[in-house]
């Protein structure tokens, strides 16, 4: 009973418990009392682990159990729950810990790990007034007392997640071990290519190998978190006095490190070494790529780029998740109708199919995707990339060699003598590519290739630009697909909030003017754990297909205007992005300030009955 009597005390915040570690009774005690677990159940446990004498957290043995809640809506019993109930129990804040928001060469000066983990502690955040402590003992407040006159700051305790507070305590020291170390071993500026350079009298200009142990720990620590947050790129950006590292996750940028400058030096020549770029040209760009295997086994690919800059080498690694190649088009953001103008088009034996949109916006993707799909074992596909994206056993992949005069004109032209069935041109970018393009469609290749166009229809007057004469586009061209990427609201958390009036006036511009029906609500962000806090999780696609029908292709080869392409096309079936985006947004995947953010604005058609026939499929 004497468990139960503390766990009282602790719940009515009684001040006189005195210092010791949370028990396994105490823990079980609270679960009863608010009704979570039965006396039953709690009993049976507490006396199973009095005989193992085990050394796991309370906390971890109960989520061990895998119990589910004995109160509606009986949700299981998982540690972040458990942490941030027993947190609100006893009165004191709860807190996740979050690797990317944590400066850990600042927190780990606190205190030595050694005392940190005598006392189950861990320092989350310094400022000017306090030090924020996660503590996993809440009743163990003798280092407090002994830290508070040294800190000479406000201390205040949290409570966080018992397996975090073991993890973190291990990573955050050793990876500031590691810096720290590296920071010794090197000097203090890069001092090699920064356009401003300051020189420190009196100190040598030594430079540390970059297969230094400390530099291969930060770096496979960098890696293991970017992948663990679904960073698409990481930024390795140097300035005057300190590196700084960003991941861009779901498409933003979000600033996680900063380092010393001689590391971040070392840490940009390790992946050098690894990405087999030369490591003394530094006023150069260069590009490389490397492959690593993550805990679980799983190959990611990462592309490298460097950029000479004012203060030293920019570092930017491009991540490609293998499973992008095994997604369907239904998990990219296909409708039924967008997959089966898409299918109609891959599945033409020759012709040519255009993927349009900006840097960033998933063509490469959409690509690969249905490359993967059409790379039967009777066929042969062929690709000129600059570079290759992702490597894929199933493709003949040849990369553009300009040092060599090797371009995506003389790589079809090449391809065009290995018997392909489907060819990949990375890009038109000019004449030349596009008139061998256009010749591998006329002698019966299918190929598929990407150019920059805010919309579909656009991509023909481009060509046209380029100087394709009009007769040739209508004979080869198949169709041609737009694209954007929006983010998609966190399933575990989004809220749906019913429609404001400045809700509906956006709708109205979003969909005018097809008129599509007002949905009665929207969903909102809200942020969780899985999220990041975000409101956020992954991205899908916005898409308008557009094919090449007979009426399309005789105006394209009467020097229609752009505005009578689109009023052809709207007339014949194609919703813009920004309707795309509008059906996601009433599906609840999106918002409409993501939309409105990432869709051009549509042309308004001035048929109004193809206002009318589109709105009903809104």
């Keep these: 009973m004497s468990d139960i009597k503390a766990a009282q005390a602790v719940s009515a915040k009684a001040s006189h418990v005195h210092d010791h570690r949370l028990t396994l009774g105490e823990v079980t005690a609270l679960l009863v009392e608010d009704g979570i677990v039965t006396k039953g159940d709690a009993d049976a446990l507490v006396a199973e682990y009095r005989l193992r004498r085990a050394d796991a957290h309370p906390l971890v043995i109960v989520a061990d159990r895998k119990w589910k809640s004995a109160l509606a809506p009986h949700r299981p019993l998982l540690l972040e729950d458990l942490s941030e109930w027993f947190a609100g129990k006893i009165g004191l ?47 163990l407040r003798e280092w407090e007392k002994e830290l508070a ?59 540390f190998d970059a297969n230094d142990q400390h530099i291969v720990n930060i770096v496979d620590w960098l890696w293991q978190y970017a992948f663990e947050q679904r960073a698409s790129d990481i930024h390795i950006e140097p300035r005057r006095d300190l590196g700084i590292v960003r991941f861009r996750i779901d498409g933003v940028l979000h600033q996680v490190y900063q380092i010393p400058m001689s590391v971040m030096t070392a840490m940009t020549s390790r992946i050098k070494i690894l990405g087999r770029m030369d490591v003394v040209e530094k006023r150069r760009p260069q590009d490389g790529r490397i492959k690593t295997r993550m805990a679980d086994g799983q190959e990611v690919e990462l592309r490298l780029s460097t950029l000479p800059t004012a203060f030293g080498e920019k570092l930017v690694m491009r991540i490609f998740d293998p499973e992008v190649l095994v997604r369907d088009f239904a998990e990219l953001g296909f409708t039924d109708s967008d997959q089966t103008r898409w299918n109609s088009m891959a599945g033409q034996p020759n012709g040519i199919i255009l993927v349009t949109g900006p840097t960033g916006s998933g063509k490469t993707t959409t690509l690969y995707s249905t490359l993967k799909q059409l790379a039967t074992p009777e066929v042969n596909v062929c690709t000129i990339e ?90 080869t061209v198949l169709g041609v697909m737009a694209q954007r990427l929006v983010r998609v609201l966190c399933p575990h958390c989004k809220k749906p909030h019913p429609a404001s009036a400045d809700d509906l006036a956006m709708w109205d511009s979003l969909v005018a003017p097809w008129r599509a029906a007002r949905p009665s609500h929207f969903h909102r962000p809200v942020g969780c754990l899985e999220c990041r806090m975000t409101g956020y999780l992954g991205r899908v696609g916005l898409y308008e297909i557009m094919l090449l029908s007979p009426e399309i292709k005789q105006a394209v080869s009467a020097g229609a205007e752009l505005a009578q392409l689109r009023e052809l096309a709207y007339r014949e079936g194609l919703k813009p992005l920004r309707i795309s985006g509008a059906m996601k947004v009433a599906a609840g995947l999106t918002t409409l300030a993501e939309v409105v953010r990432t869709a051009p604005p549509a042309d308004t058609p001035r048929a109004t009955t193809t206002a009318n026939s589109t709105a009903a499929t809104v």
Aim: avoid cysteine; charge should be negative.
């Design 93 to 139: 804040e709860y807190y996740h810990i979050d690797p990317l928001k944590i400066d850990f060469t600042t927190v780990t000066e606190v205190a030595s790990s050694a005392y940190a983990t005598r006392f189950g502690i861990l320092p989350v955040l310094v400022t000017t007034r306090e030090v924020v402590v996660a503590t996993t003992e809440p009743f």
């Design 149 to 207: 006159p040294i800190l000479k700051k406000e201390i205040r305790r949290v409570i966080a997640n018992p397996l975090d507070v073991a993890r973190y305590l291990v990573e955050f020291y050793n990876l500031a071990r590691s810096v720290k170390k590296a920071a010794q071993n090197g000097s203090v500026s890069s001092g090699l290519s920064s356009f401003e350079q300051l020189v420190d009298l009196g100190r040598g200009n030594k430079q």
């Design 386 to 475: 600059d570079p290759i994206e992702m490597v894929e056993a199933a493709f003949n992949q040849m990369q553009v060699q300009p040092a060599i005069d090797l371009g995506f004109a003389e790589g079809v032209r090449a391809l065009m003598r290995q018997d392909p069935d489907i060819i990949m041109v990375g890009e038109i970018r000019d004449l030349q590519t596009a008139e061998m393009a256009i010749q591998a469609a006329l002698t019966g290749h299918l190929v598929l290739s990407t150019l920059h166009t805010n919309d579909a229809p656009s991509a023909m007057t481009r060509l046209l630009d380029l100087g394709v004469p009009p007769y040739l586009l209508g004979a």
